[in-house]
């Protein structure tokens, strides 16, 4: 027994074998997943976009900042509950793996009820608040209201593979998410084409996908032979486990709703510009996330790497990640700039035949396509500097560079009434962002942080 429970705890284990090697099979995974769940994204506002219209394809779009003002401090819980199950894998710690599990799953629990409550109550109002224009705020609130009723889903899953990934698995939680593409594709298909649900079809098929793939991941966690499972006969919140995922996912929640909220007030800049404007700045968000994803997936994975690594106490291998990661992303970066700006034109067009649409969209993307490696960098540091523990710092550079962002926004763009003020705004808290995270990886005292420690080595002096 007691070598099984061995056998288990080294599946997935990023502590040994060669660092490159290691870190881009971990990450190519959870790369292909991002990719995956744009397309999950995009498939929603391809269909709205060629068969319902422009106004439908901004009502998709000026949503996406309301979901992600309500989801973004569980985003930040499940970001520490990862790392806390990623230290306590590192650490071989069973008993507090375990513990960690199931109060992650119990807080998904709870706040995914919450989350749905709130936001069917107020998704409207808060729509108001933000200037929708008038011709597409019916099917803005419908659509908001329905895909509310999928957050429990969403929310889960989003746990759950943080839980795989924690244990070193990155494999299967992609391989659910591309089962639930396909079938949202084929969803979204269904009732926009044939059932002619419009944009409430494309929510539907949303909330359909997101609980299959909830109920998946939790049956791959349940019965998948891991160092921990989910025991649903013993669920509940651990004060222990609860207290470390407060202390490293709540920056990094406060992070993602300040975040959230700085985007909804840019959003309400960009609704100033008319429902043609923003159905090109959705578009851009969703060409835009094909260069996001990989440096998100290559941040996911770098802090499961520190996060075991530090757990383990080995602070060498843990900063020849950091520096190999960096390497990939600015490659990425690179590479993904170019590629726009030669063939972003074709990717704009498969969302709308909108000439005006097309404009606005192609000259944002052009100017974004400068500054990918530099979101890439700060994306790899603040990752490797929140599985260390240190999620303090990515929140107030986080911070900083919306603090930068916002008046960036309206003096530059509001004022002289250009929406190209608007890309220069978000490229300004890029630079920001990157540069105060790598002056904290540099000079800071983030190998102090860790949480979880190898019963083998003494714990650090606080």
Same mark, same amino acid.
């Given at each position: 027994?007691?070598?099984?429970?061995?056998?288990?705890?080294?599946?997935?284990?990023?502590?040994?074998?060669?660092?490159?090697?290691?870190?881009?099979?971990?990450?190519?995974?959870?790369?292909?997943?991002?990719?995956?769940?744009?397309?999950?994204?995009?498939?929603?506002?391809?269909?709205?976009?060629?068969?319902?219209?422009?106004?439908?394809?901004?009502?998709?779009?000026?949503?996406?900042?309301?979901?992600?003002? @309500?989801?973004?401090?569980?985003?930040?819980?499940?970001?520490?509950?990862?790392?806390?199950?990623?230290?306590?894998?590192?650490?071989?710690?069973?008993?507090?793996?375990?513990?960690?599990?199931?109060?992650?799953?119990?807080?998904?629990?709870?706040?995914?009820?919450?989350?749905?409550?709130?936001?069917?109550?107020?998704?409207?109002?808060?729509?108001?608040?933000?200037?929708?224009?008038?011709?597409?705020?019916?099917?803005?609130?419908?659509?908001?209201?329905?895909?509310?009723?999928?957050?429990?889903?969403?929310?889960?899953?989003?746990?759950?593979?943080?839980?795989?990934?924690?244990?070193?698995?990155?494999?299967?939680?992609?391989?659910?998410?591309? @089962?639930?593409?396909?079938?949202?594709?084929?969803?979204?298909?269904?009732?926009?084409?044939?059932?002619?649900?419009?944009?409430?079809?494309?929510?539907?098929?949303?909330?359909?996908?997101?609980?299959?793939?909830?109920?998946?991941?939790?049956?791959?966690?349940?019965?998948?032979?891991?160092?921990?499972?989910?025991?649903?006969?013993?669920?509940?919140?651990?004060?222990?486990?609860?207290?470390?995922?407060?202390?490293?996912?709540?920056?990094?929640?406060?992070?993602?709703?300040?975040?959230?909220?700085?985007?909804?007030?840019?959003?309400?800049?960009?609704?100033?510009?008319?429902?043609?404007?923003?159905?090109?700045?959705?578009?851009?968000?969703?060409?835009?996330?094909?260069?996001?994803?990989?440096?998100?997936?290559?941040?996911?994975?770098?802090?499961?790497?520190?996060?075991?690594?530090?757990?383990?106490?080995?602070?060498?291998?843990?900063?020849?990640?950091?520096?190999?990661?960096?390497?990939?992303?600015?490659?990425?970066?690179?590479?993904?700039?170019?590629?726009?700006?030669?063939?972003?034109?074709?990717?704009?067009?498969?969302?709308?035949?909108?000439?005006?649409?097309?404009?606005?969209?192609?000259?944002?993307?052009?100017?974004?396509? @400068?500054?990918?490696?530099?979101?890439?960098?700060?994306?790899?540091?603040?990752?490797?500097?929140?599985?260390?523990?240190?999620?303090?710092?990515?929140?107030?550079?986080?911070?900083?560079?919306?603090?930068?962002?916002?008046?960036?926004?309206?003096?530059?763009?509001?004022?002289?009434?250009?929406?190209?003020?608007?890309?220069?705004?978000?490229?300004?808290?890029?630079?920001?962002?990157?540069?105060?995270?790598?002056?904290?990886?540099?000079?800071?005292?983030?190998?102090?942080?860790?949480?979880?420690?190898?019963?083998?080595?003494?714990?650090?002096?606080?």
């Amino acid at each position: 027994m007691a070598e099984s429970k061995n056998s288990s705890i080294r599946k997935g284990d990023l502590t040994e074998g060669g660092i490159v090697s290691k870190l881009t099979l971990f990450a190519l995974p959870l790369i292909a997943g991002n990719i995956v769940n744009q397309l999950y994204n995009v498939a929603d506002s391809v269909v709205v976009g060629n068969f319902v219209g422009s106004d439908a394809l901004a009502a998709v779009g000026v949503c996406f900042s309301v979901m992600m003002c @309500f989801n973004a401090l569980f985003f930040g819980l499940s970001m520490g509950a990862g790392i806390l199950i990623a230290q306590c894998f590192g650490a071989k710690r069973q008993e507090q793996l375990q513990d960690a599990v199931n109060t992650s799953f119990t807080l998904t629990l709870i706040l995914g009820a919450a989350i749905t409550v709130l936001g069917v109550l107020l998704s409207r109002g808060i729509l108001v608040l933000m200037r929708t224009p008038a011709n597409i705020l019916d099917d803005s609130a419908t659509y908001l209201s329905i895909i509310f009723f999928a957050t429990v889903g969403n929310l889960v899953y989003n746990m759950g593979s943080g839980i795989l990934r924690g244990m070193g698995d990155s494999r299967w939680p992609l391989l659910f998410l591309i @089962f639930c593409s396909v079938m949202n594709v084929i969803l979204d298909l269904l009732f926009v084409i044939f059932l002619d649900m419009g944009v409430a079809g494309v929510a539907w098929a949303t909330l359909l996908s997101q609980c299959s793939s909830a109920v998946l991941v939790l049956l791959r966690i349940h019965f998948g032979g891991y160092a921990a499972r989910i025991q649903f006969g013993h669920l509940g919140i651990h004060k222990e486990s609860l207290m470390h995922i407060l202390r490293l996912g709540l920056p990094s929640g406060i992070q993602e709703m300040a975040f959230s909220a700085g985007m909804m007030i840019v959003q309400s800049f960009s609704n100033g510009f008319g429902s043609d404007f923003i159905a090109a700045n959705s578009i851009i968000m969703k060409v835009d996330g094909f260069a996001v994803m990989p440096m998100m997936g290559l941040g996911s994975a770098i802090a499961t790497f520190v996060g075991q690594n530090m757990g383990a106490k080995k602070l060498d291998r843990t900063k020849k990640g950091i520096h190999a990661a960096t390497l990939m992303v600015t490659g990425i970066g690179l590479v993904m700039g170019v590629l726009f700006l030669a063939f972003g034109h074709y990717l704009i067009r498969a969302f709308t035949s909108n000439a005006q649409v097309i404009e606005m969209a192609m000259n944002g993307l052009r100017f974004l396509a @400068f500054v990918y490696t530099i979101m890439g960098i700060g994306s790899v540091v603040s990752g490797a500097m929140r599985g260390a523990g240190a999620s303090v710092a990515p929140m107030i550079t986080s911070l900083c560079g919306l603090l930068v962002r916002i008046p960036v926004a309206y003096f530059f763009a509001v004022l002289p009434h250009n929406y190209m003020g608007l890309f220069a705004a978000m490229a300004s808290a890029m630079i920001v962002n990157c540069c105060l995270i790598s002056i904290y990886y540099f000079k800071g005292n983030w190998r102090s942080k860790t949480v979880v420690h190898s019963p083998a080595d003494p714990q650090p002096e606080q």
